[in-house]
């Protein structure tokens, strides 16, 4: 049976893709610390290793016990705004825990596929005729997790440029659904909108930053997905962009979820929850990925009800 390592595994992705993965294939995870909220149902049937990636011999010791067919690095420090106030830190454990796991399966199982995930932050803010973005469009990071992302990226590629491993490098655009914590945008939305239904917020307002610009928004299971496509299809050495490739206002999905309550709601703006670098319209060109047959499963009202919903069970302690 196949063997596959997830990173992260208990993560918001990495759950997703357990969840997917699970009684397929000979399943292995490393989580940092003793909490299995995102997989609690399915953690038995997970070999599950606690393991800090900063450690290069735990994670040397682990490749080298599992040689595993296919490693899902999902494990990172993924806030911008949080990048900002602490960029060492970021740095820091995006790059080198992905340079020990490099290390660790060059040393120990070369024939491993290394799904190295990035993300769309790489690129950082374009212009109105860059769009959409292919994977050849220049990186301009704005902020400490981009540049570890590209850092991270680009150490990938020269792994298999220089020896050879079978990385394939991922870039995906924003993503969200359940189980997302609410420091990404439309998580806060959903809560924000949950609490109102209960009763808990005053005047039924809503807080909200910058509702004009353009993103590219897919569904997490989407999102897994393709990774798992692109671990059993990808080139190695090439970069995907994983989008809808459909660019929506943050202020046509804020009304969309908010037609799904039947609670009146109040829309006010904060400037504490804007972002500088914010560009007017993100979105991806996905032609590379389809090209090996993947495609969104999930629509976004879909996507945006079940996000509610589960927001909505967690207030009411379900």
């Not at 050879?164 to 490098?169: E, I, P």
């Not at 997490?220 to 660019?247: F, M, Q, W």
């Amino acid at each position: 049976m196949e063997k596959v390592l997830i990173t992260g595994v208990n993560g918001f992705v990495g759950s997703y893709l357990a969840e997917r993965l699970v009684g397929r294939v000979e399943l292995y995870g490393l989580h940092l610390d003793d909490k299995f909220s995102n997989i609690s149902s399915i953690k038995d049937e997970i070999n599950l290793s606690q393991c800090d990636l900063l450690d290069t011999g735990t994670v040397a010791e682990i490749v080298k016990s599992v040689r595993p067919d296919t490693i899902y690095h999902l494990a990172a420090l993924s806030v911008p705004a949080l990048s900002i106030k602490d960029p060492a830190l970021t740095l820091r454990v995006n790059l080198f825990s992905t340079l020990n796991l490099l290390e660790a399966v060059k040393a120990h199982s070369p024939e491993t596929v290394f799904v190295n995930i990035g993300s769309s932050e790489e690129y950082g803010s374009v212009g109105e005729t860059e769009v959409p973005i292919t994977e050849a469009q220049e990186l301009r990071p704005s902020n400490p997790y981009a540049v570890s992302k590209v850092a991270q990226d680009m150490l990938g590629y020269q792994y298999w440029k220089r020896d050879g491993l079978k990385v394939v490098r991922c870039r995906p655009f924003n993503h969200f659904g359940p189980r997302q914590s609410d420091i990404f945008v439309l998580s806060s939305f959903a809560r924000q909108v949950a609490e109102i239904e209960a009763g808990l917020v005053e005047d039924n307002i809503m807080t909200v930053g910058n509702l004009f610009p353009q993103r590219d928004f897919l569904d997490v299971r989407d999102v897994v997905s393709a990774y798992i496509t692109l671990g059993k299809s990808g080139e190695h050495g090439l970069a995907y962009n994983i989008c809808s490739g459909v660019p929506i206002t943050i202020r046509a999905i804020l009304n969309r979820l908010i037609a799904l309550s039947s609670a009146q709601i109040v829309v006010q703006s904060s400037v504490s929850k804007q972002r500088r670098e914010d560009a007017s319209i993100i979105y991806g060109d996905g032609a590379r990925l389809g090209g090996l047959g993947w495609s969104p499963a999930f629509a976004l009202d879909t996507s945006l009800l079940d996000l509610l919903d589960y927001w909505r069970d967690r207030l009411s302690g379900k």
